[in-house]
Every structure is written in structure tokens, then in C-alpha cells.
């Protein structure tokens, strides 16, 4: 008789995953998810729950699929995670994480530069302060500087994420952990095989796990481009490799090529690999985001002064909630916000900072070519300080900012306020009704995020334009619409899951007969996060 194979989670890595989820987001893609205080709230019973799961056989749920815009106008299909799902998949990433990053080339000598794992008590998976990105730009001008009359390739691969090949998923954890992770191996590679129905191919695109996998496959490609130099510099998916003979390196693109290949299943995307001199290079492609905020900002800023900001912004940034805005219960202007504000906007040297990024990004959007990694990074300096000058500018031309609607999402959600909304209403009003609201899922989720902002409270904007029960159900609690959710509690059985859990967290809007009757009976039920949310809809209540 077959021996049936176990594996039960570690207590220790599940607390790490909910601790992962509370503080960061679930998917890079996707807004901030209530669920994850609804389980915090009913944590050890979730946790027992979880234990008792044989991950070995264990069949994750469909995660939700999206296409968000690529700076190209392309598409990448991005993921989010059930949350169960996603705190599983946090966990068997964890457990194994230090091992992939033992086994990666040193981060000493500065060659593959991103994400370097270091996970901390407070469930992060990476160096704090530090993306590497900086290091990855240095690196680069410096090359340009050792062969300023050589050659570069640029090589990126094409559709990385979804095109990685679960199996070598498998072998490369095997490898890092040098015979001690096959059982951690095999179970990663079930859950992903499982997630995608059995298809070889892709790990989800967003979720931070992921980003570990694809640097332990990064890992193996960094080793054997080593074998042929040690002149290039990594970052993701985005290599750069330099030297003084155009023929070396279509050489060395050729051997990584077949390389990629044979191993991985991977190619290089025709559209971004290409070999050119170094000067062609730093003329066209080359742009170091720090470096332009260094000559426009920092070097007419005094240090003192960016300390006496950064105070105030730390007390700002003490009353976020962290899943803003379905948390609207506490209002900032009580905690002095406005007022905080008000005294950091007579600072000149914030002044400073809002001219200097306005500036980055209108001549940025105006230039032939939009560098969408400096846009990206000017834009969450901006959400960062609450920067407010460039609001209309970046609302006036948002089909340009498409391509970085979360942080745009972002940024307007941290800097909205009721002056702006009266002062805006015809191009607000005109964006909740474009063709990229109606028709773009993506943008439909995000834009709906955005309008259960508290401020919006008090503009008409019809619930039947929102795409998802999900976002229809933040609405109406924004609304006070308790008409939609009584419509909507006596099919409950029938709606997806997302909707289903928006659902029991708006119930808050029922009178309270009429909500505990409903939600005692939705405790009879065996869905694990249905009773958690209940359970936390019943403490804030």
C-alpha cells in the first residue's frame, strides 16, 4: 500500500504570512484587502484551520485575473490570491526564502541587485530602505564610464512571470537548499500546479512570493552569464551586459539564449533586447530616477530642514489605517491632520520638493518618450510627502498615467480632500464616465477603489457603472445605502466569494436586529473567512 505523503504548516511561518499581509499588499496589482483584519480578528481559529491542511493535496481556489496596461500599451495579466491561498503561499515561500538567497550570487559584488531577501520580524521579505534600484543605476553608469567607447546589450525576457516553468521552480529550491528542501520543493510545486489547473507554466504575478521564485530562477541564469563575464549588472528580469567588442556579446546573447532556453523554457523579448554602443545607450534609454531627484531637489534642500518634514509626515502617517478607504470610521481632521498639514505647506523647503517633482513629471509626460520607472517613483515621493500640486495635471492626462494607475490611485486617494473634489467636479465627473472606466476591468477597480474615499461621499455617481459586487458593496456602505444590501443578503449563497465577504463586512448598515439575525445565520455556515469576517464586522460594531 502507498504511503500517504504529509505536510502541515509551521505555526511559526503562518504568524510571519499574517503579519506579511497586515502590513503590506496581498498583489502589487490590487488594492489593500479588508479579509486580512477579518482574520487577524478571528486569527486562532484561521491558524488551527489552516494546520489541519495536508499541503500536499491541498487545491487552492481560482485566483482573481486581471490585465493591467504595461508602459508599452500592452497587457500583463496580474493575480490576487484568495486569502487563504495567499497566506499559504506566503508561508511555503518563507520557510524556504533564506536558503534561495543564500544561494544567489553575493550581494557584495552588486551584480543582481534586486530584491535581496532578508525577511524581518515585521513581515517583510526584503532589505528595508533599500530596493537595490539604486545600486543597479551606479552599477550601470559606471560600466558606461569603464566602456564609454564600448558596447552594451540590454536583454529582457519576454512575459517572464507567466511564462516560468513550475518544474524548475522546483530544482532551483532543491539546488538552494542543497538536499534539504525536497519535501518544501515538491509541495511549492503541487500548490503552484494546482493554482494554475495543472499547467506547467507561470507563478502568479503580484503577490511578494513570488518575486522570491523568480530571483531563484534569475539566480541560475546570474551563475551561468558568469561563466562568460562578470561585466553586467541585474535587476528582475532586466540585465545589462557590457563590453568592448560588439561580436562578444552577440556571442554571449546567443549562449544565453539557448541557455534560457533549454533550462528555463524562457526567451528574451525581441522588443527590448537589443546591442548598441554605450553613448547611443546614455543618449536614449539610460535614466537614473535618484540621480535626476539629487539635481533637482536635494542639492538646494538643507538636511535639517527635509528632518523637520519627515517628523511631520511620520505623524500623518501614524493615523493610516493601512486598508484606506473601506476603514472610514476615523476622520484624520480629528486627529489634527489638516493642521499638520497646513504647518508643513509653509515649509519652503516642501515648497521645494512640490515645484521640483511637478516639474519631473510634466516634462516627463511632455518629453516624446514617458520614462515610466522615474514617473513611478516621483509619483510615491509625492504620495510619500502629500505633495498636492500635480493632482490636476496627472487627472487632466490620465489616460497617460494608465500604464501606473495604481500609484496614481494612490497618490490621489492619500492627497484627495473636499476643496479639490468642488473644484474638479466636471473632470471627475468626466473620468467616472470614460470609455477606460466602462470598459477596462482594471481601471474600473481601481477608479472604484478611489471613489469609496469619504470625500466622494457627497457626488452623484451611479453604483451600476462599478464592475464588481465587490466594489458595488464599499460603495453603497460610502452611500449609506442599506436598500442595496438588503437586496442583496438573501442571495448570498449564489455571489462569488468577494462579493460575498463585501457583503457581510457593509452589513454594518442594517439595523442591528436585522444584521445579527442575518449574520447568525451566516455563522452556521463552514466558510472559514465568512465567519471571520463576521466575527470583526461584530467588534466594530
Not at 507561470?202 to 534569475?218: D, K
Not at 493632482?391 to 497617460?400: A, C, M, T, W
Amino acid at each position: 500500500m502507498k504511503k500517504v505523503k504529509t505536510k502541515f504548516i509551521d505555526d511559526r511561518f503562518l504568524e510571519w504570512s499574517l503579519k506579511h499581509h497586515l502590513k503590506f499588499y496581498s498583489s502589487d496589482f490590487f488594492p489593500k484587502s479588508f479579509e486580512f483584519h477579518s482574520i487577524s480578528e478571528n486569527w486562532i481559529e484561521v491558524k488551527e484551520y489552516i494546520r489541519k491542511i495536508n499541503i500536499f493535496d491541498y487545491a487552492p481556489k481560482s485566483p482573481d485575473i486581471m490585465l493591467a496596461l504595461k508602459p508599452n500599451y500592452n497587457y500583463r495579466i496580474v493575480h490576487n490570491l484568495e486569502p487563504i491561498d495567499s497566506l499559504i503561499y506566503t508561508a511555503l515561500v518563507y520557510e524556504i526564502c533564506k536558503n534561495i538567497e543564500k544561494h544567489r550570487v553575493s550581494i557584495r559584488r552588486k551584480i543582481a541587485c534586486s530584491y535581496r531577501i532578508k525577511p524581518t520580524s515585521d513581515g517583510s521579505f526584503f532589505r528595508k530602505d533599500d530596493n537595490g534600484w539604486g545600486d543597479f543605476s551606479k552599477k550601470t553608469e559606471d560600466f558606461c564610464k569603464k566602456y564609454s567607447k564600448g558596447y552594451i546589450l540590454v536583454a529582457d525576457i519576454a512575459d517572464f512571470y507567466n511564462q516560468i516553468y513550475i518544474h524548475r521552480v522546483r530544482n532551483m529550491i532543491s539546488e538552494a537548499g542543497e538536499g534539504s528542501l525536497e519535501e518544501e520543493a515538491v509541495v511549492l510545486e503541487n500548490f503552484l500546479l494546482n493554482l494554475n489547473k495543472s499547467t506547467s507554466k507561470g507563478i502568479p504575478v503580484g503577490p511578494a512570493a513570488s518575486t522570491i521564485l523568480s530571483e531563484a530562477i534569475m539566480s541560475d541564469i546570474d551563475k551561468k552569464i558568469l561563466q562568460y563575464t562578470c561585466n553586467f549588472v541585474r535587476y528582475s528580469d532586466d540585465i545589462r551586459i557590457f563590453s568592448k567588442k560588439k561580436e562578444d556579446l552577440e556571442y554571449i546573447l546567443h549562449e544565453i539564449s539557448c541557455y534560457i532556453y533549454k533550462s528555463h523554457r524562457l526567451i528574451f523579448s525581441g522588443e527590448k533586447t537589443k546591442i548598441c554602443d554605450v553613448e547611443i545607450f546614455k543618449e536614449k534609454y539610460f535614466k537614473n530616477e535618484e540621480k535626476q531627484e539629487d539635481n533637482n531637489i536635494l542639492n538646494i534642500t538643507e538636511k535639517k530642514a527635509m528632518d523637520e518634514i519627515e517628523n511631520k509626515i511620520d505623524l500623518i502617517n501614524q493615523y493610516d489605517t493601512g486598508i484606506d478607504p473601506y476603514d472610514m470610521e476615523e476622520d484624520p481632521e480629528n486627529l489634527d491632520f489638516g493642521k499638520i498639514y497646513k504647518k508643513m505647506s509653509k515649509n519652503d523647503q516642501f515648497n521645494i520638493l512640490s515645484n521640483a517633482y511637478t516639474k519631473i513629471i510634466k516634462e516627463n509626460i511632455n518629453s516624446k518618450v514617458s520614462d515610466y520607472k522615474v514617473l513611478k517613483y516621483v509619483i510615491r515621493k509625492c504620495t510619500h510627502y502629500r505633495i498636492k500640486k500635480p493632482r490636476k495635471f496627472i487627472l487632466e492626462n490620465f489616460k497617460l498615467f494608465l500604464p501606473i494607475l495604481r500609484e496614481v490611485i494612490l497618490y490621489i486617494n492619500k492627497t484627495v480632500d473636499n476643496d479639490f473634489i468642488s473644484k474638479n467636479i466636471k473632470l471627475i465627473n468626466f473620468l467616472f464616465k470614460s470609455k477606460y472606466f466602462k470598459d477596462y476591468p482594471y481601471v474600473n477597480m481601481w477608479m472604484s477603489y478611489l471613489f469609496q474615499n469619504k470625500n466622494f461621499k457627497h457626488i452623484h455617481l451611479k453604483t451600476e457603472s462599478i464592475n464588481t459586487l465587490y466594489d458595488k458593496a464599499f460603495f453603497a456602505k460610502l452611500k449609506s445605502d442599506d436598500i442595496f444590501i438588503k437586496d442583496h443578503k438573501s442571495n448570498i449563497d449564489v455571489y462569488e466569494r468577494r462579493g460575498r465577504y463585501a457583503l457581510i463586512y457593509c452589513s454594518s448598515l442594517l439595523s442591528k436586529d436585522e444584521r445579527n439575525h442575518w449574520l447568525k445565520s451566516i455563522m452556521k455556515g463552514d466558510d472559514i473567512l465568512d465567519k471571520s469576517i463576521v466575527k470583526y464586522v461584530k467588534s466594530i460594531n
